[in-house]
């Protein structure tokens, strides 16, 4: 595995305050997404109304780190916020500060970030990791990863267990998955794979893992 140790992302309910803000000021963390978890989360949003939505994103606020500009940089949401972000440019969510770096200097930002394992530096292809200074500020300039999109079929299914405190929780079962065997696939058909995929997440060589199952 590629990603070692790292700081649990602080629950929001332990006493922050929450704040609106808009998706497009905040900057990733990471360096792909999964587009199967994008379209299945656009086709979600668009069935809600703005109030449902506003709810909805309130209950999932973003954890974020803040630097002495008050710039923000997002550690967990990325799938929702590129999708809402795709279909508004404009829109809004709300988010809560789990740390700050007095420094105005990005790269001091980003190795704060890294010390404390709240950075995902491989690419869609699993190639990394990459110098932090690589990371795209936007979130619309993220790679499609077809093993995230894999992973979170799984999840979608219950094969895998949520781990909303454990930073890049999905691209760690990815990069395992991305080490065994499976058929050619890709985020838009994810069918060849799903098969092998569910036997290999629920097998006992997959139960250092968190979110493990097992056979259930």
Request: charged residues 30%.
């Amino acid at each position: 595995m590629h990603l070692h140790r790292y700081d649990p992302i602080p629950d929001p309910s332990d006493g922050f305050q929450l704040f609106e803000v808009a998706v497009a000021a905040l900057q990733p963390t990471q360096m792909c997404i999964g587009m199967a978890e994008i379209r299945s989360r656009q086709l979600d949003f668009s069935e809600e109304s703005h109030e449902e939505r506003r709810r909805y994103l309130r209950s999932k606020p973003v954890p974020l780190v803040r630097n002495g500009a008050g710039d923000l940089w997002m550690v967990d949401r990325h799938h929702r916020l590129r999708a809402l972000l795709e279909l508004d440019s404009r829109v809004t969510t709300y988010g809560y500060v789990i740390a700050e770096v007095e420094s105005h200097d990005r790269s001091d930002v980003l190795r704060e970030l890294q010390r404390r394992g709240w950075l995902y530096l491989h690419d869609g292809r699993g190639k990394g990791p990459c110098p932090p200074e690589q990371l795209p500020s936007s979130l619309l300039d993220l790679e499609d990863d077809p093993y995230r999109s894999l992973v979170w079929k799984l999840k979608k299914e219950g094969v895998l267990r949520p781990q909303p405190l454990i930073p890049y929780h999905e691209f760690r079962w990815g990069a395992w998955l991305r080490s065994r065997p499976l058929p050619p696939f890709h985020s838009g058909f994810l069918d060849p794979a799903l098969p092998a995929a569910r036997r290999l997440a629920r097998s006992a060589a997959a139960s250092h893992l968190a979110g493990w199952k097992g056979e259930t």
